[in-house]
Structure formats: C-alpha cells, structure tokens
Antibody, heavy 113, light 110 residues
C-alpha cells in the first residue's frame, strides 16, 4: 500500500523558518520525481517545487525561489522542504507528491504574528 | 493568475457528458503533456489523466483527456453525483522553468 505522510507543519511568525518532511512507502521512491504542491485557504492548487530522482536538479516557483529549498534522501525514502523568510501568503496546506499520482494528505503551515 | 486558463465553474445533470477546458500557450501545453487532477475538499488530490490522455489504473473510463495545439480538455461522461469536485490541469512551462496548475474548475452535478 502506498503511503505518503507529511510532517513539520505548524504556526510560525512572519520571517521565520520551518522544515517540512515527507515519508514515502509502497513505491520505489528513488525512481520518482518528487514535488511539493500547496493550497492556500480558498485558493487553487499551486506548484511549489520539484526535484529529480537523484536530486541533481531542483525547480521552484517564482513565489518561493530563493526562500525555499527542496531536498531528498533516497536512503530514507524522505523528501524535505526547508522554508525560510516565511510570509503570510505562504499560509497553506502543503502536499508532498510522488509525481504524478502519489499524494499525501497534506500538512498545514500557518504564517501569522 | 495562472498562465493556464480554466473556466471557474461547470455543471451538468446525472448521466450527461461535460468537458472542462484548459487553455495555455506554446511554452506549456503546446509542447508538453498535460495532467488532470480531481480534488475533493479535505482529501488528497487524485490524478485522473496523465500524459494528456492516459488513465491510471482504477480511474473509470468515463474520464478521458485530449490535447490539441495549446489547449487541453477533460471529458466526463455518464456524470455522477460523486464527480462533484474541483478539477485542475497541470503542465510543465518552459518560460517559468517549472510546473504550473490551472486555476481550477468547480464542477456541480445538478
């Protein structure tokens, strides 16, 4: 059974940092490009970042470029998203995705003072 | 505002066939395959179509995808009440050097 479980979300002040983790099982993690996708309250799905199978290449949306860093550890079947200089507009549910079809249930990040 | 344009809403009656469009440009749909996702509030999004017209195992053949030029479409035939959800297209964009989602279409089954 495929399982994708995000963790690390929570409440953080503007300008703060947070690291999300995503633990995957039930599929060959090392052969899947991995994504972070978010959904702000009342808004649609938004691409955040992605990483190739061996971690050699990373991609970011313009809205998070320079502030977020995606990484992966294939030995641990784990994906990460290091978020810094967080803004109120980063408030969203963050989904980890084994692209295109293995989605987690999401973890809520709230940026507020 | 997304570079992919979807109608914000669509509706149909049970048994009807509806289509949802996704309009882009040569830097995205015009050169790359499209994925379609179904999202019910509070749940994980589900891939319905990948590579523009491929259905993952377990997705009913009532769902189909197509692409022509810089536009793509998702068709749902034999509409059912459980199809009421938000639908999103997604594709790689060369100009953005990343993926992009359409704004989403809220489907109501009357």
């Amino acid at each position: 059974e495929v399982q994708v479980v995000e963790s690390g979300g929570g409440l953080v002040q503007p300008g703060g940092s947070l690291r999300l983790s995503c633990s995957a099982s039930g599929f060959t993690f090392s052969t899947y490009e991995m994504f972070w996708v978010r959904q702000a309250p009342g808004k649609g799905l938004e691409y955040v970042s992605s990483i190739t199978t061996n971690g050699a290449y990373t991609y970011y949306s313009d809205s998070v470029k320079g502030r977020f860093t995606i990484s992966r550890d294939n030995s641990k079947n784990t994906l990460y998203l290091q978020m810094s200089s967080l803004r109120v507009e980063d408030t969203a549910v963050y989904y980890c995705v084994g692209w295109p079809g293995y989605w987690g249930q999401g973890t809520l990040v709230t940026v507020s003072s | 505002q997304s570079v992919l344009t979807q109608p914000p809403s669509a509706s149909g009656t049970p048994g009807q066939r509806i289509t949802i469009s996704c309009s882009g440009s040569s830097s995205n749909i015009g050169g790359h395959p499209v994925n379609w996702y179904q999202h019910l509030p509070g749940t994980a999004p589900k891939v319905l179509i990948y590579n523009s017209n491929q259905r993952p195992s377990g997705v009913p053949d009532r769902f189909s995808g197509s692409k022509s030029g810089t536009s793509a479409s998702l068709a749902i035939s034999g509409l059912q009440s459980e199809d009421e959800a938000d639908y999103y297209c997604a594709v790689w964009d060369d100009s953005l050097n990343g993926w992009v989602f359409g704004g989403g279409t809220k489907l109501t089954v009357l």
